[in-house]
């Protein structure tokens, strides 16, 4: 006979108010998974990352972090309050600096955010091609980026918001060089995404 399994403790979910979670109570519920974030009152609990998901990241935090003028910042994984039922949590944000006032800042607001980044994984593909950039551009967000695998090179899908549409507008897609005038001039080298930065 083997020995005897193991059980885990028994795990305890959060339950939902009947309207549903608030931007407010994220910062308020012990025990939540990290990159937890809200749409439309649900709690979005993020799968583990692929390397490449991570690479990527890593690469356009280092381009955007030499590019950005001393008036922005560039963060990871931060959340943006889009309003009282939505808090996504977009891979990269690129913020005005002044929009940070306190190292437990957890948040910021559309007014704050410059760019909003999406790198596409496989369990947030739907989110980060539908859900997400409708709610960034309605909030009013200039810049968005969808980052996508193209056989391990990150492949940059580069909108801008249309103001009397609130919509976002194509303006390029990006393979093996990012290069851009707005919203600062940028240029990131996409090939070396598998290099030692």
Do not use: C
């Not at 795990?11 to 608030?22: L, Q």
């Not at 990352?49 to 990241?57: P, V």
């Not at 303006?171 to 996409?190: N, Y």
């Amino acid at each position: 006979m083997g020995a005897p399994m193991s059980v885990d403790p028994e795990i305890s979910w959060p339950v939902p108010p009947r309207d549903g979670w608030t931007a407010d109570d994220l910062d308020r519920l012990p025990n939540l998974p990290p990159h937890t974030e809200l749409l439309d009152g649900s709690l979005v609990f993020m799968s583990p990352q692929t390397a490449f998901h991570d690479r990527a990241m890593l690469l356009l935090q280092l381009g955007l972090f030499r590019t950005a003028p001393e008036e922005l910042d560039v963060r990871r994984e931060m959340t943006v309050t889009l309003g009282p039922r939505n808090r996504p949590e977009p891979d990269l944000l690129v913020i005005k600096a002044e929009a940070l006032t306190s190292s437990e800042q957890t948040s910021f607001v559309p007014g704050d955010v410059v760019l909003a980044v999406e790198v596409v994984s496989p369990d947030s593909e739907a989110r980060d091609l539908d859900i997400k950039p409708v709610k960034y551009a309605k909030a009013g967000i200039a810049h968005f980026w969808r980052v996508e695998n193209e056989g391990g090179l990150p492949v940059v899908h580069v909108f801008e918001l249309e103001q009397a549409t609130r919509s976002y507008v194509a303006m390029g897609i990006f393979r093996e060089h990012l290069t851009l005038q707005v919203p600062f001039p940028i240029d990131i080298d996409l090939t070396a995404v598998n290099r030692r930065p």
